[in-house]
């Protein structure tokens, strides 16, 4: 059974951002941590209450631990920059109104110059969210 030892400081700041932050991903790992420096909770025990790996678990204690600073080990709770859909559409936007209207909103010619002209691909759901949106 694998525990992590947290300072008094540490305990109420991973507190505060359990209660606070409004990011899951963060709350999860606060609680993780609040729990396994409660020594009662084993690891399986800490993995099937918050709903994440073991091996994600395991990760998340080895970053904490490795961490150097204060500042560094709050940083592990966060996720990393890069993560998620990038934005194909970004390059285009001041075009895409103009391809709007000169093709009456017609989905699939717009897709086929898009592809064309400037290289870019996605499906009629994304252009059509893309338009409505902007």
Request: contains cysteine; glycine residues 6%.
């Amino acid at each position: 059974m694998r525990n992590i030892k947290l300072s008094e400081t540490e305990k109420r700041e991973l507190t505060r951002l359990l209660a606070t932050n409004t990011n899951s991903v963060v709350q999860r790992r606060c609680k993780a941590l609040l729990m396994s420096n409660m020594q009662t909770y084993s690891m399986q025990e800490i993995v099937d209450e918050i709903g994440i790996c073991r091996t994600t678990l395991y990760h998340l204690f080895n970053r904490w631990e490795s961490s150097a600073n204060r500042k560094d080990k709050f940083k592990a709770l966060s996720i990393g920059k890069g993560r998620g859909a990038k934005p194909k559409l970004d390059s285009v936007r001041d075009v895409l109104p103009d391809l709007v209207k000169k093709y009456n909103g017609k989905i699939s010619v717009i897709l086929r110059i898009l592809e064309v002209n400037y290289g870019i691909t996605v499906c009629k759901g994304t252009l059509r969210r893309w338009i409505n949106i902007k």
